[in-house]
């Protein structure tokens, strides 16, 4: 077995004991591989290992891949920072999106997203400290972006993406996550049940499963280190 296949095993049994310790199914948590910086070969070999769904961060790296692998079953996941301008590409080459957070960004993927295709799938970003360079809604505007989302109809949003600064320590890990969950539950509607929670990367899956990812993200605990 290749290397990435031992590692992806290895995270899926991270995944299947974080949720049996905190009480619930192994199959209630997807894992999003995170394949941003690394070659198609690598992606390859996740594939070979039955990984369906990766994650990608930069664009034009991005479309090359989605080009190169377009004999595989994927499923393509935008987590990146989105450029106003880079939208259409966006909107024609991916199955969802993680990071919005800007209603206008989400106008232009609706408008954009080709007839053809479902519609779009979309976490909104939150982020919860100061960090203006990090993407992300504060806390107290995602209801009114939520709102305005709800009219656009070429787009599905499906729940909450955090991404918070590392932490070492299991409490502190957790702390983002719980508020995500609770920011979920205030706003979740029968018709808007925002049932996707995209938290947890290599260092803090744990904790984030501990408070109810439904998706973590993995770059490096399955290809190893990025240059
Ligand atoms: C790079 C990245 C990840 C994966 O991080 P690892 O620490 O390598 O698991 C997850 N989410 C986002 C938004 C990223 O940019």
């Not at 918070?164 to 995500?180: N, T, Y």
Request: charged share 30%; glycine share 6%; hydrophobic share 40%.
């Amino acid at each position: 077995m290749s290397t990435i296949c031992n590692r992806l095993e290895a995270v899926r049994r991270r995944i299947g004991e974080a949720a049996t310790r905190y009480g619930r199914r192994a199959e209630s948590v997807e894992l999003l591989a995170v394949s941003k910086t690394q070659p198609v070969e690598a992606v390859r070999a996740a594939y070979a290992c039955g990984q369906r769904r990766f994650g990608e961060s930069y664009l034009q790296e991005a479309l090359s891949k989605v080009q190169s692998l377009a004999d595989l079953d994927i499923q393509w996941h935008f987590i990146g920072r989105i450029q106003s301008n880079k939208t259409r590409p966006i909107a024609a080459h991916f199955d969802w999106v993680h990071s919005i957070d800007d209603p206008r960004q989400a106008r232009r993927l609706s408008a954009q997203r080709p007839e053809g295709l479902p519609p779009l799938n979309l976490c909104i970003q939150v982020r919860f400290g100061d960090e203006p360079t990090k993407g992300g809604l504060a806390e107290d505007q995602v209801e009114a972006v939520l709102v305005e989302l709800d009219s656009l109809p070429r787009l599905r949003v499906q729940g909450l993406m955090t991404l918070p600064p590392p932490e070492q320590d299991l409490e502190a890990q957790r702390r983002p996550f719980r508020r995500l969950r609770e920011l979920r539950d205030r706003l979740a509607t029968p018709e808007r049940p925002l049932d996707i929670l995209s938290m947890g990367m290599t260092d803090d899956l744990e904790a984030a499963i501990a408070e109810g990812a439904s998706l973590v993200r993995v770059g490096t605990g399955i290809f190893g280190p990025r240059d």
